[in-house]
């Protein structure tokens, strides 16, 4: 087991959590979408909305000057916003080549600085209209692959990275090459069960979490692709795991089906995010 003990509520009474991102100042912030909010839990207090997106947000991630970004896939924006510490939302982008996004999903920043993100709205088996790109701190963005059934979740380590499509049940990777380029995809891991992966974290040991929505636990991949464990959680739809506080071994996982957050002490730290080296 990965974790000592069980996931326990950390916050209950929200329909649709998703997106827990750690913020520097030790808070947890969590998206809760049917009601558009941005909610944030600091370490001693109450769950409070800090913001709302008048859309979807589903992800979100810290950048390191504390600006938050939030993946939103609702028609009002359905691409990425950045809500200053102040609280000013900015518009990032949301068209490639001036066709629209689909609507983002879930986001993740690299140790240079680079932020990727996955845009899946709307896609299904029978259109794949999915989508997942690159976007670089000078405002570049790059279409890395495209043709996916619902890309969700998305993490790298220090040779690739790695996407939930939760349709097809698996996670992908693609080789981030010395030379900046990605490479093409390679299916990585075809998980078991019901639905499939959405939200996915690294542990310090190389080891993926992943919220496997519709099958009541996060499975542990390890660095050859093999599921080894699964954490078992309270309710049967999982949507994302992050690693925090202070020695980043906090475990929290959002679950939508008990509208509640659990957590619970990992065995293993969470490897750091870019605004943590």
């Known amino acids: 087991m990965r974790i000592e003990g069980q996931l326990d509520p950390l916050v209950t009474g929200y329909d649709s959590p998703e ?35 008048g859309g979807i947000p589903a992800g979100l991630a810290f950048n390191r000057d504390g600006s938050l970004y939030v993946a939103d ?11 200053t510490p102040a609280r000013q939302s900015l518009l990032v982008v949301n068209q490639h080549l001036g066709k629209p996004l ?15 993100f ?3 709205w709307g896609s299904s088996l029978a259109d794949p209209i999915g989508a997942f790109y690159r976007l670089f701190p000078d405002g570049r963005l790059d279409q890395l692959d495209c043709a996916l059934a619902f890309p969700n979740g998305v993490a790298f380590d220090a040779s690739y990275l790695y996407l939930a499509e939760t349709l097809h ?3 992908l990777r693609y080789a981030r090459r010395p030379d900046g380029t990605v490479g093409p995809r ?5 998980l078991d069960g019901p639905n499939g992966p959405d939200g996915m974290a ?14 009541g636990r996060v499975d542990v991949v390890d660095q050859s692709g093999r599921v080894f464990d699964q954490i078992a959680v309270p309710g049967s739809k999982p949507t994302n795991v992050a690693f925090g506080g202070p020695d980043n071994r906090t475990l929290v996982v959002t679950e939508v089906e008990t509208a509640s957050v659990y957590h619970a002490r990992a065995l ?10």
């Not at 609507?103 to 993740?108: F, K, Q, R």
């Not at 390679?186 to 075809?190: D, G, I, K, S, Y």
């Open 19 to 53: 997106g827990p991102a750690f913020a520097p100042d030790g808070a947890l912030f969590v998206v809760n979408w049917l009601s558009s909010s941005i909610l944030r839990l600091p370490p001693a207090g109450q769950a409070e909305e800090w913001f709302n997106t």
């Open 73 to 83: 896939e609702g028609d009002r924006i359905h691409g990425l916003l950045r809500i």
């Open 102 to 116: 689909n609507g983002a999903n879930d986001l993740v920043f690299d140790y240079e600085g680079r932020l990727y």
């Open 118 to 120: 996955s845009d899946p």
């Open 169 to 171: 049940n698996r996670v």
């Open 186 to 190: 390679e299916e990585w891991c075809q």
């Open 202 to 215: 690294f542990d310090v040991e190389g080891n993926l979490y992943v919220a496997h929505f519709g099958a």
């Open 268 to 277: 293993v730290p969470g490897a750091p995010l870019w605004w943590q080296i």
